[in-house]
């Protein structure tokens, strides 16, 4: 492989970003002030499934602080009714004829101020006739099942597709000869990321030039450009988007929602910049959703553990609309990635997507693009097997894991595994735990009456989508363009089309452009989260913006090297071929007092030196990146937890996590996002569920129900490293962002189900509330996904 | 009706409508945005300033309470252009990512070491454990607020008049 130029910026320098953050002078969309601006509210449906019968906003249009009320039957006079999801499906931006999930747009308000919209919607009358609503994913299907999807032409069932990946002959006969098989129903509850900034923008058309400029939150303002044009018919020139300071996105704020785009309609109608912010029970209750993969998976062995075959069966419930913001060739995302890190024989999936009434979503949490649910289901799955064969659980992984040898390594399903050495990180992870010291405890201790859990899981995870042949949204390629400008004193302005939400770009890809010139990261700005200033690219989501626009910056910038190389001979006298990279200058080879740096080299290129002919002057660059591979992360999680019977409450003791992301530029900030996401694992495991009842209400629209882990449920997190470069990676690095929240969830359930094995639990689902734990101990488990009534 | 507060030592007098929340008076009417708005409901904390000496959730406060009283909002933790040790403490220790909830962190954090100058881990944990952070983990915020019990000392000798016992804020 290629290593970086020079290493030296590479290592935790302090963010770039601090600064304005620590004195309270970010810019986040809601502080985003326009002269004359007015304010927008969204009023929702507040049933699940219903016919509108009529909706009367005279009241409403008559309030003294109200300058518009827009309807459905508005927009659909200007096409603007329904708009283009991100997965090839339509969404109702608001509602024409039915409402297909409690907290669906409806009406939306422009006051003058914030409290005035809001009193105005209460001022909308409107009459619904109520529908049966279906809830259960899996009556979905049902002969009897309301159709929720009756706007699509031909469509006579809730089924939106079915998707399969292995080779089914081949897997059926590895189980059918097999010595062992485990199975296994399990729910990966919805869930949803809520961002504690939610989601936003600020839409402002010129009434003069047409010029639309909107202050979003989202995550891929390029892609949204692009959307905008489609729907609105504006072209892409009269469009920008500004990404300003976003206040966490993790996957919540890549799709398009219906009020960033009444924002737009409400500041074309009344002339006027619009504000629209939801609040958090709109940003729970209608925006992206996470998870709710409904699962049976089996695992076939033989008797002494070699594992041999995987097979999963599952029901997606995708809500309403299919909202999934992924790749368009993968309708359950990277889910066959499902045989995890093991070397096995055979395996096959099966994936079958339905609409529900439900908040449209499923892939928004962090998730690479459903590899979450796959780790999930393989890593339980070899709990269950080890459980089976009486294995110790780590020992059984050991046995199974792949070996070095093995890279590059095309799975059963046909991903390439690009690098990883998978022992040395389970090694590592087992010594930072103690793990023997561990078990003989917790033999101690139950022979005490006292139950902790030793949890493992084992991840490995496709990140950086992705090669454009295969990977594309909306018909958009995954690639990454950058552009990058040394000015004569040798600062350099990077601009990436990805955008950060407190991923450190601004400091990281600083970084990255230092080592490959031989600069200080001080030297170098970066540019991005504004569609008029960087190149086109799809955003940051799925873990691909180092893996991606990284590896961009680190491709410009060797880009503009070559060309300061050529300027350099010139300022020397000698041929290119006579100079070498060495210290991060060009210098005579063997005579390292005559060098140039890129400061030098910059202010010749814009002088009046003789430039060799075809060398045009200043030193710029730009390029796009196509990934050749997606980069494979991966890491041994250890949790060890202590379970009150009693009581059925989890306390997390010890979280052990050892990441191979490949080459770290920031190591504090590799770390800084690991340890946030294993903060969503034990969330998830244990707390965080989008639950409804049978009539489809949303159970957790609020921070008070939908619970979410603070400072006093994390532990201190014990990290490791191992490092194992990507090949294909121009610096050797991989993506890191959702590792932890794709690795941990398993070892937490892991852990819990651990410590209750005394009690003959075998299996019981997230959240493993107190109450789920209890029940679970009582023989009489708890599902989130069955109805609380 | 009209309310006279003190900001970060600054007065302010505006006419209001009584129902108008604490949070959105300093965002939107003083133009303070350094404090955010992130759930309505008392659970997130990224609205926490202080009233008089006490943090407090600004989104479940209406601004006719505070007539008459002091706010500290995080623009007011610096002192003379200098970062207080908890402004430098998650600036130094990777305490924030994409900076929503720092300022609410900040502010409890800047009142838990006002009254307890040597907090356990734990002790913090329970300080903060009233506020949402979904970027760190926590791990990052709890060794800033250390670092900036350990530092509290060097950089409030820098600083004159500040030295010793709970720090009356706005000054």
């Known amino acids: 492989m290629s290593r970086p130029a020079a290493s030296e910026p590479y290592g935790s320098v302090p963010r770039k970003e601090d600064p304005r953050f620590v004195r309270g002078k970010g810019t986040f969309v809601d502080d985003v002030t326009l002269p004359g601006m007015l304010h927008g509210a969204m009023l929702r449906s507040p049933v699940a499934h219903a016919r509108i019968v009529s909706i009367d906003i005279a009241a409403a249009q008559a309030h003294p602080s109200v300058e518009a009320v827009i309807t459905g039957e508005m927009l659909a006079g200007r096409g603007l009714a329904w708009m283009p999801t991100l997965s090839g499906d339509v969404q109702a931006v608001l509602a024409t004829d039915k409402v297909r999930f409690q907290g669906q747009e409806v009406a939306f308000v422009v006051a003058r101020d914030r409290y005035s919209a809001r009193d105005a919607l209460e001022l909308i009358s409107v009459e619904y006739e109520p529908l049966p609503a279906v809830v259960d994913a899996s009556r979905a299907l049902d002969a009897g099942a309301a159709l929720i999807r009756d706007d699509l032409p031909g469509r006579a069932d809730n089924r939106i597709f079915d998707w399969e990946a292995g080779d089914r002959e081949a897997t059926d006969d590895v189980f059918a000869a097999a010595q062992v098989v485990v199975g296994c129903d399990m729910l990966y509850p919805r869930s949803h990321p809520a961002p504690l900034e939610t989601c936003g923008a600020v839409a402002e058309v010129d009434q003069l030039t047409g010029r639309l400029t909107i202050w979003c939150t989202t995550q891929a303002p390029h892609a949204h450009r692009t959307l905008y044009a489609l729907v609105t018919g504006l072209p892409e020139h009269k469009i920008r988007v500004i990404s300003p300071d976003v206040g966490g996105g993790f996957g919540n704020k890549v799709?398009?929602?219906?009020?960033?785009?009444?924002?737009?309609?409400?500041?074309?109608?009344?002339?006027?910049?619009?504000?629209?912010?939801?609040?958090?029970?709109?940003?729970?209750?209608?925006?992206?959703?996470?998870?709710?993969?409904?699962?049976?998976?089996?695992?076939?062995?033989?008797?002494?553990?070699?594992?041999?075959?995987?097979?999963?069966?599952?029901?997606?419930?995708?809500?309403?609309?299919?909202?999934?913001?992924?790749?368009?060739?993968?309708?359950?995302?990277?889910?066959?990635?499902?045989?995890?890190?093991?070397?096995?024989?055979?395996?096959?999936?099966?994936?079958?997507?339905?609409?529900?009434?439900?908040?449209?979503?499923?892939?928004?949490?962090?998730?690479?693009?459903?590899?979450?649910?796959?780790?999930?289901?393989?890593?339980?799955?070899?709990?269950?097997?080890?459980?089976?064969?009486?294995?110790?659980?780590?020992?059984?992984?050991?046995?199974?894991?792949?070996?070095?040898?093995?890279?590059?390594?095309?799975?059963?399903?046909?991903?390439?595994?690009?690098?990883?050495?998978?022992?040395?990180?389970?090694?590592?992870?087992?010594?930072?735990?103690?793990?023997?010291?561990?078990?003989?405890?917790?033999?101690?201790?139950?022979?005490?009456?006292?139950?902790?859990?030793?949890?493992?899981?084992?991840?490995?995870?496709?990140?950086?989508?992705?090669?454009?042949?295969?990977?594309?949204?909306?018909?958009?390629?995954?690639?990454?363009?950058?552009?990058?400008?040394?000015?004569?004193?040798?600062?350099?302005?990077?601009?990436?089309?990805?955008?950060?939400?407190?991923?450190?770009?601004?400091?990281?890809?600083?970084?990255?452009?230092?080592?490959?010139?031989?600069?200080?990261?001080?030297?170098?700005?970066?540019?991005?989260?504004?569609?008029?200033?960087?190149?086109?690219?799809?955003?940051?989501?799925?873990?691909?913006?180092?893996?991606?626009?990284?590896?961009?910056?680190?491709?410009?910038?060797?880009?503009?090297?070559?060309?300061?190389?050529?300027?350099?001979?010139?300022?020397?006298?000698?041929?290119?071929?006579?100079?070498?990279?060495?210290?991060?200058?060009?210098?005579?080879?063997?005579?390292?007092?005559?060098?140039?740096?890129?400061?030098?080299?910059?202010?010749?290129?814009?002088?009046?030196?003789?430039?060799?002919?075809?060398?045009?002057?200043?030193?710029?660059?730009?390029?796009?990146?196509?990934?050749?591979?997606?980069?494979?992360?991966?890491?041994?999680?250890?949790?060890?937890?202590?379970?009150?019977?009693?009581?059925?409450?989890?306390?997390?003791?010890?979280?052990?996590?050892?990441?191979?992301?490949?080459?770290?530029?920031?190591?504090?900030?590799?770390?800084?996002?690991?340890?946030?996401?294993?903060?969503?694992?034990?969330?998830?495991?244990?707390?965080?569920?989008?639950?409804?009842?049978?009539?489809?209400?949303?159970?957790?629209?609020?921070?008070?129900?939908?619970?979410?882990?603070?400072?006093?449920?994390?532990?201190?997190?014990?990290?490791?490293?191992?490092v194992t470069p990507s090949p294909h990676h121009p610096i050797g690095a991989k993506g890191v962002g959702e590792s932890a929240t794709v690795g941990s969830p398993a070892a937490v359930v892991n852990s819990v189900l651990d410590a209750l094995a005394p009690f003959g639990v075998r299996h019981a689902d997230m959240p493993l509330t107190p109450a789920s734990v209890w029940r679970a101990i009582q023989g009489r488990p708890l599902r989130a996904d069955w109805p609380a009534d | 009706m009209r309310i006279t507060v003190n900001v970060n030592g600054t007065e302010y007098s505006r006419v209001i409508e009584p129902r108008l929340l604490l949070i959105h008076f300093i965002r939107d009417d003083l133009g303070l945005t350094g404090s955010h708005w992130g759930c309505d409901t008392s659970n997130c904390g990224a609205c926490i300033v202080w009233l008089d000496e006490q943090p407090v959730k600004s989104c479940t406060v209406l601004a006719p309470m505070a007539d008459g009283r002091r706010i500290l909002t995080v623009e007011g933790l610096a002192r003379g252009g200098r970062l207080d040790p908890v402004q430098q403490g998650f600036a130094r220790c990777h305490g924030l990512q994409c900076g929503f909830c720092t300022p609410g962190m900040m502010l409890t954090a800047r009142w838990l070491l006002d009254h307890n100058p040597d907090p356990t881990e734990a002790q913090i944990r329970e300080a903060i454990s009233g506020q949402l952070c979904r970027c760190t983990g926590y791990e990052n915020i709890v060794r800033s607020v250390r670092w900036a019990a350990d530092h509290e000392a060097a950089v409030s000798a820098d600083t004159a008049g500040q030295a010793g016992g709970t720090r009356a804020r706005p000054r």
């Open chain 1, 255 to 722: 799709p398009i929602y219906p009020g960033y785009l009444c924002a737009i309609v409400g500041s074309i109608i009344t002339g006027k910049p619009v504000k629209w912010m939801e609040d958090r029970s709109e940003n729970l209750m209608s925006t992206s959703f996470a998870r709710d993969y409904h699962m049976h998976g089996e695992i076939a062995a033989t008797r002494d553990g070699k594992i041999l075959g995987l097979r999963a069966k599952v029901l997606a419930d995708h809500g309403a609309f299919n909202g999934a913001a992924q790749p368009t060739k993968f309708p359950a995302g990277f889910f066959h990635i499902f045989t995890g890190s093991y070397d096995l024989r055979a395996a096959h999936c099966e994936v079958t997507g339905v609409y529900t009434n439900k908040a449209p979503g499923g892939v928004a949490y962090s998730c690479s693009f459903r590899i979450t649910e796959a780790v999930y289901l393989v890593e339980r799955m070899v709990d269950l097997l080890a459980r089976e064969l009486g294995a110790d659980p780590a020992e059984l992984r050991m046995q199974n894991l792949l070996r070095p040898e093995q890279f590059p390594y095309t799975c059963p399903t046909g991903w390439v595994y690009d690098s990883g050495d998978y022992p040395r990180a389970l090694r590592t992870a087992l010594d930072i735990a103690g793990y023997a010291e561990l078990r003989r405890e917790q033999a101690a201790k139950r022979d005490r009456g006292e139950y902790m859990g030793i949890g493992i899981s084992f991840f490995t995870e496709g990140v950086g989508a992705g090669p454009r042949k295969h990977m594309d949204i909306l018909g958009l390629g995954m690639a990454d363009g950058a552009d990058l400008r040394v000015h004569p004193t040798g600062k350099a302005v990077l601009s990436v089309s990805c955008q950060t939400q407190g991923q450190g770009h601004e400091t990281t890809f600083a970084q990255i452009v230092a080592a490959e010139l031989g600069l200080s990261p001080d030297d170098v700005e970066v540019v991005h989260g504004d569609t008029d200033r960087t190149p086109f690219g799809l955003g940051t989501y799925g873990s691909r913006s180092t893996a991606v626009s990284g590896a961009a910056a680190a491709v410009v910038a060797r880009k503009v090297r070559d060309r300061a190389r050529l300027v350099a001979a010139a300022m020397m006298e000698v041929s290119p071929d006579d100079l070498e990279w060495a210290g991060g200058t060009w210098r005579v080879k063997g005579d390292p007092e005559h060098a140039r740096g890129i400061g030098e080299i910059a202010m010749a290129a814009h002088s009046g030196l003789d430039l060799p002919e075809g060398v045009e002057g200043h030193l710029d660059a730009a390029t796009v990146y196509n990934p050749p591979n997606l980069t494979f992360p991966f890491g041994a999680y250890i949790c060890v937890t202590d379970v009150d019977p009693g009581t059925g409450v989890v306390s997390v003791r010890r979280f052990v996590a050892v990441d191979d992301c490949g080459v770290r530029i920031n190591p504090m900030i590799v770390e800084g996002q690991i340890h946030g996401g294993l903060a969503d694992g034990v969330g998830m495991a244990l707390m965080q569920a989008i639950t409804f009842d049978s009539d489809g209400n949303c159970l957790a629209g609020s921070f008070m129900d939908y619970l979410l882990p603070t400072a006093v449920e994390c532990p201190s997190w014990e990290l490791g490293t191992t």
